[in-house]
């Protein structure tokens, strides 16, 4: 996708900051040890011009933009989940030598203006998944997942395999109805509403769904459109209870080429992540989420992951943000190219 094409859009790239990759100093003798001494910055404007021999298997992308979340009524401070994200993440060790992982920058909001800052984040994910670069999207809110979504279809669409299915943990549909503008909770409906006009149908399942947290409008709505989920008082990391969610999936991974994942940090339970805009006691361990995640990504499906909603501002010691991190390093170990 050539760049000009962004040059009107009402949002702000933002190449990637070494100042967020701090930690601890180790032997040089033994090697890059820990994150902040793997992590490569490439520019996004810059990944045309990587050689062949340099070839990278995966970005980090931030989406800088909680408007989605202030227009849902939620509570601000997703905007700097990213830089938290990033924070964390460079002080875990590393074990991935074999993958080149590169930090690409942000895409920020500007103006209030979500659409443009989605619009943009469209066209890099895009961009990424043509040069056959994993995007891993850090946001920001669950109105990313529009933005990503909308990217991956656009780099495949010219594919002879080109379905793609949608996978999301979290204790909310966001199927909601878009009345004027979308926001962080509308992104799925968005996505099946596109799909319709234009002729199409796109998996959707919802892992973790908590009928406190959803009206029946919402129910209604998932039924009307065939959406499957898995309650969250099934999401339990039993072998009993994971065989049983594994065997639910099986249609919607067999069904697609590819997998896109996404995960809304208030699925877990607030117990693991309490800096989120809308925590619950009753929501999944990460236990769970690793075990499931393990599973997808034996599938060699998935296209592109992200993770949303993490609000540092709400946030305890930072666990949350580490929780975060340490998904991010655990989709890094297990991500393996589509086939």
């Known amino acids: 996708m050539e760049r000009r094409d962004?040059?009107?859009?009402?949002?702000?790239?933002?190449?990637?900051e070494k100042g967020y990759w701090?930690?601890?100093?180790?032997?040089?003798?033994?090697?890059?040890?820990?994150?902040?001494?793997?992590?490569?910055?490439v520019n996004w404007d810059e990944l045309n011009q990587q050689s062949d021999d340099s070839k990278i298997d995966i970005a980090?992308?931030?989406?800088?933009?909680?408007?989605?979340?202030r227009r849902n009524r939620?509570?601000?401070?997703?905007?700097?989940g990213p830089k938290a994200i990033r924070d964390r993440l460079a002080k875990l060790p590393i074990h991935f030598e074999s993958k080149r992982v590169i930090d690409a920058g942000n895409i920020v909001c500007s103006d209030d203006?979500?659409?443009?800052?989605?619009?943009?984040?469209?066209?890099?994910?895009s961009d990424l998944i043509k040069q056959k670069i994993f995007p891993i999207g850090i946001g920001g809110g669950h109105d990313m997942s529009?933005?990503?979504?909308?990217?991956i279809r656009d780099a495949v669409k010219e594919n002879p395999k080109r379905k793609v299915g949608i996978i999301n943990f979290d204790a909310h549909f966001d199927l909601r109805p878009v009345e004027g503008r979308g926001n962080s909770g509308t992104p799925f409906n968005q996505i099946i509403s596109e799909c319709h006009e234009k002729g199409g149908l796109v998996d959707y399942y919802a892992i973790g769904i908590q009928q406190q947290s959803n009206t029946k409008e919402l129910f209604d709505i998932a039924k009307r459109e065939h959406i499957n989920y898995s309650i969250n008082y099934d999401c339990e990391s039993s072998a009993m209870e994971m065989e049983s969610l594994k065997n639910k999936l099986a249609p919607i991974i067999a069904n697609n080429d590819y997998l896109y994942i996404t995960i809304d940090m208030d699925g877990f339970s607030s117990a693991y992540a309490p800096g989120v805009s809308a925590p619950s006691p009753l929501g999944f361990?990460?236990?769970?989420?690793?075990?499931?995640?393990?599973?997808?990504?034996?599938?060699?499906?998935?296209?592109a992951f992200d993770i949303a909603e993490l609000n540092p501002s709400l946030d305890r010691d930072m666990h949350t943000a580490s929780l975060a991190a340490k998904i991010v390093d655990f989709v890094v170990l297990n991500y393996e190219s589509p086939t």
């Open 6 to 16: 962004n040059e009107s859009i009402n949002a702000e790239y933002r190449p990637a």
């Open 22 to 41: 701090e930690g601890r100093k180790s032997n040089p003798d033994m090697g890059k040890q820990y994150w902040h001494q793997q992590i490569e910055f």
């Open 60 to 69: 980090i992308l931030g989406y800088v933009c909680d408007e989605g979340v």
């Open 74 to 80: 939620g509570r601000m401070g997703a905007h700097e």
């Open 113 to 125: 203006d979500m659409e443009a800052c989605q619009a943009l984040f469209s066209y890099a994910i």
């Open 146 to 151: 529009y933005a990503h979504f909308m990217g």
């Open 285 to 303: 361990t990460p236990y769970f989420v690793f075990k499931l995640l393990s599973f997808l990504f034996a599938t060699k499906k998935v296209i």
